[in-house]
């Protein structure tokens, strides 16, 4: 039993690990631009399918993720001029419907280009092993790997926002967008910046679990939810919200759906709660959700609604 | 500057033309005409119950699909317990939707901007989520219906046409109702508390309830849409109530411009048809339906019926 948690905590640090990846560039453009991005989530997908085909043009799985980021980053690049530059002083429902096009055109896009059959990548042989967990239980180290690369970015995201002079300028944009125009900075160039680095956030995101996911064209879609719901715990604009947001939407959403039957088995009888379990588990993020936003409208780190 | 100067001329021959339109496809011999008006008016419906909260109560709901859906599983829920009564599952669809409507709208209207759009979003996820795992209901795959809602006992909408113009008196019904409720006391309410809430407050209204009750109104009306369209398709999956579903509605609404009801109707037949007539030229028709969407966002600020206006 014991076994069983430490494992599924390692999977639930993956996933949360995972997702902040993603949150971490919506919640950025959300807080200084106040920009919906849907389409955020296919350019995860997106990363994940430029990581195989450039894993199988180059032969190694490493280069191929290394090549991922800038080619995501360019991709932001792009479609920040041609159309979110455009949409940055529209309503809101502009944005949400410009994007939601987007994700119709870039997800077809996919299709054509790739298919709409899953592919994978193999994973790299030094990573492919596993390492002793408690008693018998084993862990495979390219998960081991995603955990980690994650925090590294997480730390280095901590240090660019807390310690840089552009991350100065980002906290400031944050906080006041007029008031940093006014002094100076161009804040055109920051939003292109901005964007471009969170595409290449969601780019790495998706090529780091290429190997361990099948990737197809509805990868994205589940993913993008689960970083709203992130964003909207951890409080919109805040990085530090988003981690501790991903943190816990991974672990509760990973226990929940292996744990909950075990719990309600406890107070019913098993087919019964395997059943509840089941409906149930998927449910518990939204539930949680909920419950931090009737305590704190703004989310848990955020400062306003 | 209204594009068509009076609402009720427009409505009129609007509604004139669907009723006629079965005599039309009698006449062209094309019976997948009347199916395909059918879904239309389906979406019309729920079109409509949207731009009701879009339009009105500044309510950009992302998340309409949900109660799609909830009408839909409310027919297969009571069909497969042996109701099979039309007017049993309107009242079941609409408690339940009710209720949703409630719990869901009491939490995101407490919230503001991109917080409600991403919270109803995420609602009907979880909405989602909830049906693809009900595997007593198929989960991923739906069920099959074996047989539409009876009306009084009677099995008459079995026929196509029968059922098209059931729908066609809902839509009429619900779209008078709506405007009535845009004229009222209540309406005003609402569309004064999407301009200046603070202000409505100082006068004396609470903004909170009027919109929970729009919201509330809302999701009925689209869980009706739902329950008419799972007769129309015979089947029932989660797919009603996935995240494009309810993105399509809101394209809907904006296409036909938003807030002025008939709007809605024509945004929802526009967006079908073209989704037809696309889906005829290429089976990548999402990628032209997906580029059309973005460039009518960029370039126009009303929907189609701006376009035609011109920039202002």
Avoid at chain 1, 177 to 190: F, H
Avoid at chain 2, 8 to 16: D, E, H, R, S, V
């Amino acid at each position: 039993m014991t076994n069983l948690f430490l494992l599924q905590l390692l999977n639930g640090m993956q996933f949360g690990i995972l997702l902040f990846l993603i949150a971490a560039g919506l919640t950025l453009v959300f807080g200084i631009m106040d920009f919906v991005n849907l389409a955020h989530g296919v350019i995860y997908m997106i990363g994940a399918y430029l990581a195989v085909t450039f894993a199988q043009m180059t032969g190694s799985y490493g280069l191929g993720l290394l090549l991922t980021l800038p080619a995501t980053l360019l991709i932001g690049l792009l479609l920040e001029l041609l159309v979110f530059r455009k949409l940055y002083d529209r309503p809101h429902l502009d944005q949400v419907l410009a994007t939601f096009g987007l994700v119709m055109v870039l997800t077809e896009a996919v299709e054509i280009i790739w298919g709409a059959a899953p592919l994978s990548v193999r994973m790299p042989d030094l990573l492919s092993g596993s390492v002793p967990l408690v008693g018998p239980m084993r862990y495979p180290v390219f998960r081991l790997v995603v955990i980690g690369a994650g925090l590294v970015t997480a730390a280095g995201l901590w240090l660019v926002i807390t310690r840089t002079r552009i991350g100065m300028r980002l906290r400031a944009g944050a906080t006041n967008r007029a008031m940093v125009s006014a002094l100076g900075v161009d804040i055109r160039k920051l939003f292109t910046i901005i964007f471009a680095f969170g595409a290449m956030l969601a780019g790495f995101a998706g090529a780091m679990v290429a190997p361990i996911l099948t990737v197809d064209p509805g990868m994205g879609e589940s993913v993008l939810i689960l970083a709203f719901v992130v964003i909207v715990i951890g409080g919109i604009g805040s990085v530090k919200g988003a981690f501790a947001g991903a943190l816990l939407v991974g672990l509760v959403d990973t226990l929940g759906r292996s744990f909950g039957p075990i719990i309600l088995r406890a107070v019913m009888e098993p087919s019964a709660a395997a059943q509840a379990g089941r409906v149930l588990a998927p449910m518990l993020v939204y539930i949680l959700m909920a419950a931090i936003l009737a305590a704190r409208p703004a989310g848990l780190f955020g400062a306003r609604t | 500057m209204r594009l068509i100067p009076n609402r009720a001329w427009a409505a009129t021959i609007l509604f004139t033309a669907f009723a006629v339109l079965p005599f039309l496809a009698v006449a062209l011999d094309d019976s997948y005409l009347v199916v395909i008006a059918s879904r239309i008016l389906c979406y019309a419906i729920a079109a409509l119950a949207l731009d009701l909260i879009l339009g009105y109560g500044g309510m950009v709901s992302f998340g309409h699909a949900a109660y799609l859906g909830i009408g839909a599983y409310a027919v297969a829920i009571l069909s497969r317990a042996g109701i099979t009564d039309l007017g049993l599952h309107m009242l079941a669809a609409i408690a339940a939707a009710a209720v949703f409507a409630l719990v869901t709208g009491a939490i995101s209207l407490r919230t503001r901007g991109i917080y409600f759009i991403m919270i109803t979003l995420a609602f009907a996820q979880m909405a989602y989520f909830f049906f693809v795992s009900l595997s007593a209901y198929g989960g991923d795959d739906g069920v099959t219906l074996n047989a539409r809602s009876t009306l009084f006992g009677q099995t008459i909408l079995e026929d196509d046409t029968a059922l098209y113009y059931t729908v066609l008196v809902l839509l009429i019904g619900l779209y008078l109702l709506a405007v009535a409720i845009t004229r009222s006391r209540f309406g005003r309410v609402l569309t004064g508390a999407r301009e200046n809430p603070v202000r409505m407050q100082a006068i004396g209204f609470s903004p909170f309830r009027y919109q929970l009750t729009a919201f509330i109104i809302s999701g009925c009306m689209t869980a009706i849409a739902g329950v008419m369209l799972a007769n129309q398709t015979s089947y029932v999956s989660p797919a009603f109530m996935n995240w494009h579903r309810s993105g399509e509605l809101v394209v809907m609404v904006v296409f036909g411009g938003i807030g002025n009801l008939l709007g809605a109707v024509a945004g929802a037949t526009i967006a079908l048809l073209l989704e037809e007539w696309l889906a005829v030229l290429t089976e990548h028709w999402p990628l032209l339906f997906g580029l059309i969407l973005v460039l009518v966002v960029l370039y126009s600020r009303d929907g189609l019926s701006g376009l035609f206006r011109g920039r202002r």
